[in-house]
């Protein structure tokens, strides 16, 4: 599976921006796939994940974007969505999109159980 991070740029604080992972080698609806970021001198930090098909879809957030961000899939498409809403300065980072099979409920926030990562997708925030 290979995949491809997109929509980053620079943007207001406030405003909206909408990634796309798009995945192509395989179809990956069974996959949970995520998204990472990673911020200057910080660690990769869990953002959101949907699970696969066989799993019902459930998505999780981190608690810094809850009721902000909302993931989503289209499986016709092979590409997975992160709609972001009210951004702020904190949310600067390079944005990582993952994924993986198998994985247990307990692990989907662990970015070491995703298999499969994309290139990042800058999103900057300014004040």
């Known amino acids: 599976v290979q995949l491809q991070a997109s929509g980053g740029g620079l943007v207001q604080a406030g405003s909206s921006l909408r990634l796309s992972c798009a995945a192509s080698g395989r179809t990956f609806s069974g996959y949970t796939t995520g998204w990472f970021r990673q911020a200057p001198g910080k660690e990769r930090e869990f953002v959101a994940t949907?699970?696969?098909?066989?799993?019902?879809?459930?998505?999780y957030y981190a608690d810094s974007v809850k009721g902000r961000f909302t993931i989503s899939r289209d499986n016709a498409k092979n590409t997975v969505y992160l709609q972001m809403n009210s951004l702020k300065p904190e949310d600067t980072a390079v944005y990582y999109c993952a994924a993986g099979a198998g994985l247990i409920l307990s692990s989907v926030r662990s970015s070491d159980q995703y298999d499969y990562w994309g290139r990042g997708t800058l999103v900057t925030v300014s004040s």
């Open positions: 949907i699970r696969g098909s066989g799993s019902g879809g459930r998505t």
